[in-house]
C-alpha cells in the first residue's frame, strides 16, 4: 500500500511560480509511475504531467507544455511539479497519484492517490 501526501499548493498571482511536492511512503518508490491530475469546480480530473520510473519518460498536457516540470526523486520518495508562469485557469485540486505502469496518460492505470493540495491563482 502507498501512501501519498502532496504539499506546497497555495494562492499566487497570475504569472507566478509554485513548486508542488508529493512525498511516498509504505512501497516501492522507483517501481511506480507518478503523475499529477487536477480537478476543477465542477470538472473531471484530468492529468497534468506523469513521469515514468524506467527512464524517465514525462507526458504534459497540452495546456501546460512548457510551463510545467515534472520531476522525481528516487532516493528522497519524492515527485515534484514546477508551475511557472501560472494563469488563472490553473485553478484547481491538485493531486498526486502512483501507477505500477508506463502508461502514464491513462488515468485507469492509477491507483494510488493523495489528498490533494489547492493551487489558485488570482487574476
Known amino acids: 500500500q502507498v501512501q501519498l501526501v502532496e504539499s506546497g499548493g497555495g494562492l499566487v498571482q497570475a504569472g507566478g511560480s509554485l513548486r508542488l511536492s508529493c512525498a511516498a511512503s509504505g512501497g516501492t518508490f522507483n517501481r511506480y509511475s507518478m503523475g499529477w491530475f487536477r480537478q476543477g469546480p465542477g470538472k473531471e480530473r484530468d492529468i497534468v504531467a506523469a513521469?515514468?520510473?524506467?527512464?524517465?519518460?514525462?507526458y504534459y498536457a497540452d495546456s501546460v507544455k512548457g510551463r510545467f516540470t515534472i520531476s522525481r526523486d528516487n532516493a528522497k520518495n519524492t515527485v515534484y511539479l514546477q508551475m511557472n508562469s501560472l494563469k488563472p485557469e490553473d485553478t484547481a485540486v491538485y493531486y498526486c497519484?502512483?501507477?505500477?505502469?508506463?502508461?502514464?496518460?491513462?488515468?485507469?492505470?492509477?491507483?494510488?492517490w493523495g489528498q490533494g493540495t489547492q493551487v489558485t491563482v488570482s487574476s
Open positions: 497519484a502512483a501507477a505500477p505502469s508506463v502508461i502514464i496518460a491513462d488515468i485507469r492505470h492509477y491507483e494510488y
Open positions: 513521469i515514468t520510473w524506467i527512464g524517465g519518460g514525462t
